[in-house]
């Protein structure tokens, strides 16, 4: 109980203490003066330390403050720069493609202008899935003139001929396609010498029509003038590889097509040359 009585007293001591030396430093400060006095000096030297850590801590806040407002600002900037780079390299690329694509419609405009054929152009809009047949899809049909059997090319040569027609959509059968029937009549441009063609999935069989003619890699052939489908000296393809033959049998050989159909997008297909027989020759 004393005890407890004793602290009570210290602490209104200690209080009124506190009261005194404020006011006495209010009094002394309150005119004009050529130094500290006492009681000033006291509550200054007691003071001073605790300010100087306040100050610290106060200018500590304020520089982490400033500092996470820089890095806010630079995360925004980063991102927006970011953003403007995604943005620039998808306009690079689509200009890429336009200048690619106006480089292709301007080759086969050339090639449709130079060509003594009567051709139509269409564009590819879907490509056969299955890994045997080789078929895809044009944006024209009967009601542009189309028909079936008719021959398509791009100016890399010889694509295939129109298997089917509805009015605005015709597939496409590829020499290169493995069905059976799809075989196609060709010369060998160094000898002019008749050889058969027939489709593999992506390349193709050449069958020579004599047991003396002789195949090699690098020779190319062409579509043979007897073929009623298909415009004469148009490319075909260049062998690739010739398969040995044995005494008495014709040699096969490979042959790489000159028209690469995974990448086709546009084709032109031959609605009328300058001359038609009146009767079917070979295909």
């Not at 579509?223 to 009623?228: D, G, M, R």
């Not at 010739?242 to 028209?259: D, I, M, N």
Request: a positive charge.
């Amino acid at each position: 109980m004393w005890q407890t009585l004793f602290q009570k007293r210290l602490l209104i001591f200690l209080g009124l203490a506190f009261l005194l030396i404020t006011w006495a430093i209010f009094l002394t400060s309150s005119g004009e003066r050529k130094g500290e006095v006492l009681p000033e000096w006291i509550t200054k030297g007691i003071l001073r330390p605790f300010q100087g850590i306040v100050g610290s801590v106060s200018r500590s806040f304020v520089e982490t403050w400033q500092t996470l407002n820089h890095l806010g600002a630079l995360h925004r900037e980063n991102y927006e720069l970011k953003t403007e780079i995604t943005r620039l390299e998808m306009e690079n690329k689509r200009l890429r493609m336009l200048a690619q694509e106006n480089a292709r419609l301007r080759q086969a405009l050339n090639f449709r202008d130079r060509s003594h054929l009567e051709l139509l152009p269409a564009e590819v809009i879907a490509h056969s899935p299955h890994h045997w047949t080789r078929t895809l899809t044009i944006d024209k049909g009967s009601r542009h003139g189309l028909r079936r059997n008719m021959a398509v090319i791009t100016p890399d040569g010889l694509a295939g001929r129109i298997l089917s027609v509805s009015s605005n959509r015709a597939e496409v059968l590829l020499i290169n396609d493995g069905r059976d029937g799809n075989k196609i009549s060709g010369i060998l441009e160094r000898t002019r010498d008749l050889v058969y063609i027939s489709g593999a999935g992506g390349y193709c069989i050449v069958t020579p029509s004599d047991i003396g003619v002789t195949l090699r890699p690098g020779d190319r052939i062409l579509t043979a003038e007897s073929s009623l489908v298909f415009p004469p000296n148009l490319t075909i393809g260049v062998i690739v590889d010739v398969k040995r033959s044995g005494a008495g049998q014709k040699g096969e050989a490979l042959l790489k097509p000159a028209v690469a159909s995974s990448r086709l997008e546009e084709l032109f297909v031959v609605l009328r040359p300058l001359s038609q027989p009146e009767t079917r020759r070979s295909p």
